[in-house]
């Protein structure tokens, strides 16, 4: 008999674990599959309009990608061709929509990586788990955010499942590639890192909570670090979900990314910056005021030489969506902060507030 070869020994325990996954998510979901966040067919709910979250329990891994949670409509990311094993996860060309910008601030970083990662596109795809996943990958962006304002946007460019998938930052202290033999949540983890999970959880040390729905492949979702007033927030398909975090001034971050599933993939389409001036915070109060248009630029009676100057230095904030996706039942941010959940009115208010002190 000819003898096994490595990978083929390597994939059968991989889906052997697969099988085991599925087993004890039927056993999970027999006893009552509401209480785990899922609808009665097993599947995630593919609707960004459940109205409230459930008291919160632990969530199973999955096997079964996120659908329905995509920026644009490309049929490619809402109908992600999956089969009962990993080998047949099809991979399909990756859509273009919302990545307009060509210059960028930071990109993924070489140096500052799992080893079980890939870069692509300029640096900025990461590949994660090329052949099969052993534990959690992650990397960090090649810029530390300095002081001033920070904005980029991640994409979901492969089907999003498996223990976790986060978006998120990190000071240099965070050991990327400590969990490589471990599937768990790495960002947040610790009190130097923040994560969003795919799943709708904030984590910080050790942490979570209810935040935000689902995001799937085709998600965009977007970051604002704003060093002057210490607020991280998070968007989703453009549209804000809520303040992460305060009191985040006088500290060093990176952005960071995270993942356990097999040939999974993230790709940066923005990273902007900026100083916290007095052209910013004007660029900014003017989204607040008309936060209703596309891009702000349009409706200004400006001259077209100062709409081209604004729209290279500050074009991300007058396009940014201040507006508040869907209002999570926690209102409060992680570790015990002070401030907004939100980006609606009372964070404009505390805005403002802010302003004056300083």
Not at 169 to 185: A, E, P
Not at 201 to 219: A, C, E, P, W, Y
Request: charged share 20%.
């Amino acid at each position: 008999m000819a003898r096994r070869t490595r990978n083929s020994r390597a994939w059968h325990f991989v889906l052997s674990g697969v099988c085991r996954d599925a087993d004890v998510r039927a056993v999970a979901l027999a006893s009552g599959a509401h209480g785990w966040g899922y609808d009665s067919d097993g599947q995630h709910s593919d609707s960004d309009s459940e109205p409230e979250f459930p008291s919160l329990s632990p969530s199973i891994p999955s096997a079964i990608p996120v659908t329905g949670e995509s920026y644009c409509n490309c049929e490619n990311q809402n109908e992600t061709p999956y089969c009962s094993s990993l080998h047949t996860i099809h991979r399909v060309k990756d859509c273009q929509c919302g990545e307009e910008d060509e210059y960028f601030e930071w990109v993924w970083d070489d140096m500052n990586k799992s080893t079980a990662t890939l870069l692509t596109c300029d640096n900025r795809k990461v590949n994660f788990h090329m052949e099969y996943s052993c534990g959690t990958a992650a990397i960090r962006g090649n810029k530390e955010l300095a002081e001033g304002q920070h904005f980029w946007e991640i994409k979901m460019t492969s089907p999003v499942y498996g223990t976790d998938m986060m978006v998120g930052i990190g000071t240099s202290d965070v050991n990327l590639d400590k969990f490589r033999h471990t599937f768990c949540s790495l960002l947040g983890k610790d009190e130097d890192s923040w994560g969003l999970s795919y799943t709708g959880l904030l984590h910080h040390r050790g942490d979570k909570m209810n935040f935000s729905s689902r995001f799937g492949q085709g998600s965009i979702i977007g970051v604002h670090l704003d060093t002057w007033h210490g607020t991280l927030t998070f968007f989703k398909n453009r549209k804000c979900i809520g303040v992460a975090a305060t009191k985040l001034q006088n500290k060093k971050f990176y952005p960071m990314v995270c993942s356990t599933a097999a040939k999974s993939s993230m790709k940066v389409i923005r990273s902007c910056a900026s100083y916290t001036s007095l052209q910013y915070l004007c660029c900014y109060r003017l989204r607040q005021l008309l936060p209703n248009y596309v891009d702000t630029l349009e409706v200004l009676p400006l001259p077209p030489g100062l709409k081209q100057v604004l729209h290279n230095k500050l074009g991300w904030v007058l396009s940014m969506n201040c507006s508040t996706l869907k209002p999570s039942t926690s209102s409060s941010s992680l570790s015990g902060s002070d401030s907004d959940s939100s980006c609606g009115s009372d964070a404009e208010a505390c805005q403002r507030k802010r302003c004056r002190r300083t």
